[in-house]
């Protein structure tokens, strides 16, 4: 199955699913910061894995991308994406330093963008797991900076089988009035992607069936 399969009903589930698990991210990010973090509900694309560089313009985009690999019931990758200029704004909001000249990222720096990514990530696997009724865990989180293109084939390569499609979800997030949009990309594997396919297609049928 491919991205071809995700007809509007699946489409549909999946947004309400990461929905649910945008508005946990919300919170849970709040927590950490110890500010007000909201999250707009998720443009949720499902993209051929060759188009997906075009989400950020070209594949040359100067990005950070905290990752992970995903296992159990369906196995991938995850990958929350800022451009690197709003990735260094937004570290330097969560670390609470008064460092808007900066141009790079330090460790410190690194570390909370990877937990923001950490937060983000397991809200969503979560929720999906649950939604989907699947076994479903993440790794520790890695940090990548580079081309978007470059990060993508990087993703790719480690997987053991090829794969043609991507899960995007975008939204906004908005910390202390300042707005930075994000890119949640899932690379599932093509037998993972015909089991998500069919959970969801299940879902559907039973919420209909409750009607």
Do not use: W
Not at 143 to 160: K, Q, S, T, Y
Request: contains cysteine; glycine residues 6%; negative net charge.
């Amino acid at each position: 199955m491919s991205f071809k399969e995700f007809d509007q009903i699946r489409l549909d589930v999946l947004k309400e699913i990461c929905s649910i698990a945008t508005g946990n991210a919300a919170n849970s990010l709040s927590t950490m910061s110890e500010r007000r973090v909201d999250i707009s509900l998720p443009n949720v694309m499902v993209e051929s894995l060759d188009k997906v560089a075009d989400i950020f313009g070209k594949r040359e985009k100067d990005v950070s991308a905290v990752s992970f690999s995903v296992s159990g019931e369906i196995s991938g990758s995850m990958a929350l994406v800022f451009s690197y200029s709003q990735s260094v704004k937004i570290a330097n909001i969560l670390t609470k330093r008064n460092t808007s000249q900066d141009k790079n990222l330090d460790e410190m720096g690194q570390s909370a963008l990877m937990e923001l990514g950490n937060i983000v990530a397991g809200s969503y696997v979560r929720v999906l797991a649950d939604g989907l009724k699947m076994r479903i865990t993440y790794s520790i989180p890695g940090f990548d900076h580079d081309m978007i293109g470059v990060i993508l084939d990087e993703i790719v390569v480690r997987l053991p089988t090829e794969v043609e499609s991507a899960i995007v979800m975008e939204s906004e997030f908005i910390i202390k009035e300042e707005t930075f949009l994000g890119q949640l990309i899932f690379i599932l594997e093509p037998s993972s992607l015909n089991s998500v396919v069919k959970a969801l297609g299940s879902r559907d049928e039973q919420g209909q069936s409750r009607e």
